[in-house]
């Protein structure tokens, strides 16, 4: 385990019709985010989420065709290839169905949405393939206390 600052909390509506993911991969690129916790509330006009077949090793897709409230939408942000990486979990309420979620994956169009990113300062836990489940997880090395943190 490992204790982290945050340095920043950026907070901003997310543009209507914008892909989740790519918005926020480009506002991290934008911002110089590279590790941070994110959170946004607000409606879907489309959404395409996952589950991970730990079998097959790949993520399993459906979506969701129609207007659905995010009644949550959690993530962290953290480096992958030297880029910014948003790894994001969504929950979602649709009309006469029982409530859905998952892995958000390409795909996820916003109607509304707020969001607020806690930003660390401390340098970015990095992501590395895991023998174990076949994905990109972030560093044990990363992750282990240091002398400031205790």
Same mark, same amino acid.
């Given at each position: 385990?490992?204790?982290?600052?945050?340095?920043?909390?950026?907070?901003?509506?997310?543009?209507?019709?914008?892909?989740?993911?790519?918005?926020?991969?480009?506002?991290?690129?934008?911002?110089?985010?590279?590790?941070?916790?994110?959170?946004?509330?607000?409606?879907?006009?489309?959404?395409?989420?996952?589950?991970?077949?730990?079998?097959?090793?790949? #993520?399993?897709?459906?979506?969701?065709?129609?207007?659905?409230?995010?009644?949550?939408?959690?993530?962290?942000?953290?480096?992958?290839?030297?880029?910014?990486?948003?790894?994001?979990?969504?929950?979602?309420?649709?009309?006469?169905?029982?409530?859905?979620?998952?892995?958000?994956?390409?795909?996820?169009?916003?109607?509304?949405?707020? #969001?607020?990113?806690?930003?660390?300062?401390?340098?970015?836990?990095?992501?590395?393939?895991?023998?174990?489940?076949?994905?990109?997880?972030?560093?044990?090395?990363?992750?282990?206390?240091?002398?400031?943190?205790?």
């Amino acid at each position: 385990m490992r204790s982290y600052t945050v340095e920043r909390t950026l907070v901003g509506r997310l543009p209507a019709g914008c892909d989740l993911l790519d918005e926020l991969h480009a506002l991290c690129r934008r911002e110089g985010v590279r590790a941070g916790q994110v959170q946004i509330i607000g409606a879907l006009q489309q959404a395409e989420l996952g589950w991970y077949d730990e079998v097959a090793r790949k #993520y399993e897709k459906f979506r969701v065709e129609t207007t659905a409230e995010l009644l949550s939408c959690t993530g962290n942000v953290s480096a992958l290839a030297g880029e910014p990486f948003v790894h994001l979990h969504a929950l979602l309420a649709v009309q006469d169905r029982p409530a859905v979620g998952g892995h958000v994956s390409a795909g996820c169009r916003g109607f509304v949405g707020e #969001y607020a990113l806690s930003v660390r300062r401390q340098a970015p836990v990095g992501r590395e393939g895991d023998a174990g489940s076949g994905l990109p997880v972030w560093q044990a090395d990363a992750l282990a206390p240091t002398a400031s943190d205790r």
